[in-house]
C-alpha cells in the first residue's frame, strides 16, 4: 500500500487497468454467447470492446507519466 498520493494514484490507475481487463473478457464472454445470432448487439458490443481498449491505452499512457 502506497503511502504518499504519487503511490496512491498508481495504485488507482493500476486498478481501472484492471478493471478494463476485467470489462474486455466480458465483452468477449457476450459476444461468445449471442454468436451472431443479433448482428447488431455483436456490432455494439465489438464498438464497446474498442472503446474500452481505447480508455485503457489512455489509463496507460496517464499511468506512465506519473
Not at 504518499?4 to 459476444?31: A, P, S
Amino acid at each position: 500500500m502506497a503511502g504518499n498520493t504519487r503511490g496512491k494514484i498508481k495504485e488507482h490507475f493500476e486498478g481501472m487497468h484492471r478493471n478494463f481487463d476485467w470489462l474486455e473478457d466480458h465483452c468477449g464472454k457476450i459476444v461468445a454467447l449471442v454468436d451472431g445470432r443479433t448482428p447488431k448487439l455483436t456490432e455494439a458490443i465489438e464498438a464497446l470492446h474498442v472503446e474500452i481498449r481505447a480508455l485503457d491505452k489512455l489509463t496507460q499512457c496517464l499511468y506512465s507519466t506519473i
